[in-house]
């Protein structure tokens, strides 16, 4: 069949007039764009949480810690499996175990009957937090660090199981500095808050160097356990040294909960170091945020990020924010470090595997 000659100066106007697909994302695409917010708190039995995240096209992981400013675990746990349940295909959760009793005879099964509870209720990995070198004491009194071998049944389970372990390991290095030295606001806010975990006061502590020190020879020492350093694995200062820690532990991905705005002072700094940075590692990367919906208690101290009476507004907010940052090249004011961030307009691809397809992969999602 042949087109009729009246048709052929239209046809060819129209391919004339598409033009090529742009290369990067806009702020109208947000809502369009399929997302997974990796990293997140959901502690409150409500249906705010899922609510917003179906408007904005969002998926979630919401992660289980063993920390005394959440709910008890078997709360945290019991919401959990509600919201899975509710909404499979959107919520997706990470269970965790407690350490209370470490180094009993019984612990190690406690820890692994913690995890096969979490996993037969469609948990897609298991969470290690920051109390683990920071502040766990075995029952000896002494201090646990994430290389002791007594937690390797454990992760040989886990890893078994096909499972990856999302670890939060240290803080960010803001945490060793004074407050006048530390590069955001939402640093000083968070450890004046929580003095507990500022290492500037508490020099007898171990230092950053050691945290990390243990957190790659743990690393190392589990070579096929599928591994998340959360927060950017506390290298948020640095897209030099993440990019070193990511090539030497091929199985070891980040997220980057919480972190943004010590990414915004280096691409502030340096626009197209940051920019390589995102695109040479785009296939290790997921975004996260940290947001936490915990119940309201007018006594509770900040939390990071900090919550405000209104959490869809406060979600819906940070990830329109993150996403100009990242997706689009426009500029916008970040209170945290007191100046306005151009955004890194990755490319549409990158996009994709940051905000989506890298989680999928790497928490084994189904549908």
């Known amino acids: 069949m042949r087109l009729s000659t009246t048709l052929l100066p239209l046809a060819a106007l129209a391919l004339v007039g598409a033009g090529p697909a742009p290369s990067t994302y806009g702020e109208a695409d947000f809502t369009r764009v399929a997302k997974l917010d990796a990293h997140v708190h959901a502690n409150r039995d409500a249906p705010d949480f899922l609510s917003v995240a179906r408007k904005d096209g969002f998926e979630l992981l919401s992660i289980n810690v063993d920390y005394p400013d959440f709910p008890p675990l078997a709360v945290q746990a019991r919401i ?24 009993g005879k019984n612990w190690t099964a406690q820890a692994t009957r913690a995890v096969d509870d979490g996993f037969a209720h469609g948990a897609v990995a298991v969470k290690v937090w920051k109390n683990i070198g920071m502040i766990a004491k075995d029952t000896a009194g002494k201090r646990v660090f994430l290389d002791d071998p007594r937690f390797d049944p454990v992760m040989a389970h886990i890893q078994a199981r096909g499972h990856p372990l999302i670890a939060h390991q240290g803080e960010p290095k803001n945490c060793w500095l004074p407050l006048d030295q530390m590069t955001t606001d939402n640093d000083r806010t968070y450890f004046s808050e929580h003095p507990e975990y500022y290492m500037y006061r508490h020099p007898e502590e171990p230092s950053y160097e050691q945290l990390m020190a243990v957190r790659d020879r743990f690393v190392a020492r589990h070579p096929k356990l599928a591994f998340d350093g959360a927060h950017m694995a506390s290298l948020e200062w640095s897209v030099d040294e993440l990019a070193k820690f990511l090539d030497t532990y091929p199985n070891a991905m980040v997220d980057l909960a919480a972190r943004m705005s010590q990414v915004q002072v280096q691409s502030n700094a340096n626009r197209a170091k940051v920019r390589d940075f995102f695109i040479k590692y785009q296939d290790r990367l997921m975004y996260g945020t940290d947001l936490t919906d915990s119940p309201l208690d007018p006594n509770a101290r900040a939390q990071n990020p900090p919550t405000t009476g209104n959490f869809t507004k406060e979600a819906d907010d940070m990830w329109r924010s993150d996403w100009r940052y990242l997706a689009t090249p426009l500029s916008q004011p970040i209170a945290a470090i007191k100046a306005d961030a151009p955004g890194l307009a990755l490319p549409r691809a990158v996009i994709d595997k940051i905000y989506y397809a890298n989680a999928r992969r790497f928490f084994h999602l189904k549908g």
Not at 84 to 99: E, Q
Request: hydrophobic share 40%; proline share 4%; no cysteine.
């Open 80 to 103: 959990a499996y509600k919201m899975h349940a509710a909404d499979p295909k959107r919520f997706h959760f990470a269970t965790t175990f407690s350490m209370d009793g470490f180094g």
